[in-house]
């Protein structure tokens, strides 16, 4: 029998510090890694192509979430952290452009590292709190990941002008290291695992059936692929769009946290919203807002790009909240690791082809029509989270 707990718990607080240790690391490097690339190389489309890498590992992803489905979530999420650190430890001698491949190589484990703990994340969390308490805690989760997104890019930013790159990867390290020890210290009863007789790969693909059956849940999950791409699209042109404004690639962490700041505020009040209008709305409502923070990138000014930036931040994080919490209440627990990770799989491969296209267009069109396709796609989610029926989803 699983434990049950509060949001007000002990317990609850110290998987929330593990899970904010885990953000540190990803807080520190999701841009410097990219930055670190194009410094060493001189290249831009390097830089937009190392954020088509963070994809790779979710070819794998499916394999992932049956494991989570399959073993203890807790001891999965440990032994992935310290995976995650050991694979990061080989950065900290990387010295010239010729070594360029292992920031590529280290990013495909890092990225992995996400992927190996989507599924274990929904199922503990299913297993400790009630459904009406879900959205609440994925709004922490949320606001906590925001909060860090904000401070830390300009705190790395400084140390990597000041010092370079080497004392962001420790720091990353720590992070993952802290959050596995935290992980391997809590105890609590997890739901049994369910006996499954059905053949290999029709366990391994049970996520995306979910996915397909469930209402609203399919429909939301096509919105958040069409989200996903229009993020794919600003991504792969993001140190295009600095350079066209004259602003250093070093800028892109500092400038990029301005999406904390909306993320923060929708972190905050997205429980409120879905109690007040349901899931499905708040979805189509972040949607609609992401439209008005992408269109920036198609002007010159940098003071504006930081504006819309944050605008996004608070529909990408209003619809990812709204998403995740249908996804965990309409999901039974024996399925949580494998409909985690089948949606990360769809959410990341058109983003893998997507941002690898848009990097490898830049020496052909210019940074505002990849923009543009990228407002296009966000556009055809708002279309279609605004025709997506109020939750009907629960517990199975």
């Known amino acids: 029998m699983a ?31 990219a930055v670190w690339v194009v410094e060493l190389t001189g290249e831009a489309a390097l830089g937009g192509l190392l954020f088509a890498v963070f ?35 080989p950065l900290l ?28 994340r929904g199922g503990i969390l299913r297993d400790l709190l009630a459904d009406e308490d879900l959205g609440s805690a994925n709004s922490i989760l949320q606001t906590i990941d925001q909060v860090l997104r904000l401070g830390l890019p300009f705190a790395a930013a400084g140390v990597y002008l000041w010092t370079g790159p080497l004392p962001i990867v420790a720091a990353a390290i720590a992070g993952f290291a802290g959050a596995a020890i935290v992980f391997a210290s809590l105890r609590f009863a997890e739901s049994p695992v369910e006996d499954d007789d059905d053949p290999f790969w029709r366990s391994v693909t049970a996520g995306f059936r979910h996915v397909a059956r469930t209402r609203p849940l399919n429909r939301m999950t096509v919105v958040l692929v069409l989200l996903s791409s229009t993020a794919a699209f600003t991504s792969s042109v993001g140190f295009a769009v600095l350079e066209r404004m004259g ?22 009040s997205a429980a409120w919203l879905m109690r ?26 940098v003071w504006l790009l930081a504006a819309g930036l944050a605008v996004l931040g ?10 995740v919490t249908e996804s965990h209440v309409s999901t039974p627990s ?19 082809v997507i941002t690898a296209a848009g990097a490898a267009a830049l020496g052909v069109v210019d940074a505002r029509v990849i923009v543009g396709c990228g407002i296009a796609m966000c556009v055809a989610a708002t279309v279609v989270a605004a025709s997506t029926p109020q939750d009907v989803g629960g517990r199975d």
Do not use: K
């Not at 929330?16 to 490097?29: E, K, P, T, Y």
């Not at 010295?95 to 274990?120: E, K, M, N, P």
């Open 314 to 323: 608070f529909g990408v994080t209003a619809a990812v909240i709204a998403y």
């Open 55 to 89: 994809g790779v590992p979710a070819l794998f992803s499916p394999l992932l979430g049956r494991l989570a489905d399959r073993v203890s979530r807790r001891r999965m999420l440990w032994v992935t952290y310290v995976i995650g650190a050991a694979g990061l430890a």
């Open 247 to 268: 602003v250093e690639p070093a800028w892109m962490g500092p400038i990029e946290a301005m999406s904390g700041l909306g993320g923060l505020l929708a972190g905050v």
């Open 276 to 301: 007040r209008i349901g899931r499905p709305r708040v979805l189509a409502a972040g949607a609609g807002i992401m439209v008005v923070g992408v269109a920036p990138m198609l002007g010159d000014g």
């Open 3 to 33: 434990t049950r707990t509060g949001l007000r718990t002990p317990l609850f607080a110290w998987i929330v510090a593990g899970w904010a240790l885990a953000n540190v690391a990803d807080s520190l490097l999701a841009v410097i890694l």
């Open 334 to 352: 024996r399925l949580q690791g494998r409909v985690g990770t089948s949606v990360n799989m769809l959410l990341q491969l058109p983003s893998v």
């Open 93 to 120: 001698l990387v010295r010239d452009a010729s070594q360029a491949w292992w920031i590529f190589a280290a990013t495909v484990l890092y990225a992995g590292v996400s992927y190996g703990t989507a599924g274990c």
